[in-house]
């Protein structure tokens, strides 16, 4: 390997990580701004750079090519010993163009945008990441269900007969003679995930981990996007694909779960709301444009939905009169799912220390 290793990367959010780790001529004004991003779960940043580096053996110092297109990666690719990409094309002809690499990495785990045989074929080291911060955001969204099927923000603290009067509720003990004593506060209307449907819009790898906890749960889980997954990915994850209008109608809870994109934009609209299974709740935990904000309004002000949970805003941070923030059955989270900041630096530092493993080899 050449005693300064080029590594092309996929531009990111998140991978812009790679090139303050790894290249000394990375920007600072972008590292301190990183600092401050992770500074409340990881207070020593830089300590955090010096350990990935020292783990990393071989690969630092490195020159670090950052692209936005498949056109930029082509041209960085000729020299390049590492590739990271999250969603460019990687083909056949990109990689016998690329005479010394030696290691592709998705940075997640689906390969439909990377040919793997003709990896193999060349013999490139193809390495995938199980991104922790996807777990996280589908644990997010179980949370945001759980909290709207059991009523947690309405029965947190409603334990002592002080508070349950204050909330309007009957103080009038049991018969426990015959009766058991449970919910003794008479809160309605709770629901239980377990034998409910799930919608889940788009199976891509935040999806699939929703479908994964679904199972869990003993859930019934529909999944809707243009393109059906293969059938051993469906028995895998215990998934079956309908059309939008079917899953709209036989769900329980609704999660879409798509990209931002033009195309996922108002992908629910008052056609499609009007659609849901009266009663049924919507978690948003991907973007706030996949679901119209005049229409969402009108359905929770018609009564239509049972609940609405959003980590994702039209605005941020969200005005304090937004009509959102009035209803009973809406949660509303300051983009909380992909926390905490340790599930990036700790991909990071499996994703880099992988690379110097690979390239040693």
Known sequence: MPAHPIIVVEDDPFTRLIPIVLDPNSSDERRLAFADFMTHDEPDFDGWIGRVRAGAKGLYP???????????????LSDCQALV??????????????KQLKVVQKFGTGLRNIDAKACADKGITLLTLRRRANISCAEHAFGLMLALARKLETVS??????RIKAAGLPLRPFDRRHTPGGNYPRVGGTRALHGATIGIIGLGEIGREIALRAAAFGMRTLYYQRTRA???EEREFKVTHVPLDTLLAESDWIVPQVPTAPYTRNLLGRAELSRIKPGASIVNVANAPIINRDALLEALRAGRLGGVALDIHYQEPVADDDPLLGFANVILTPRMAGSPRHNGLNDFEELITGLARALAA
């Open 85 to 98: 990409v999250e969603s460019l094309q990687v083909g056949r002809d990109d990689l016998i163009a690329a």
């Open 230 to 232: 293969p059938e051993a």
């Open 62 to 76: 490195a020159e670090v090519r950052m692209v936005n297109s498949e056109a930029e990666m082509r041209a960085a």
């Open 157 to 162: 603290g409603l334990v002592s007969a002080e």
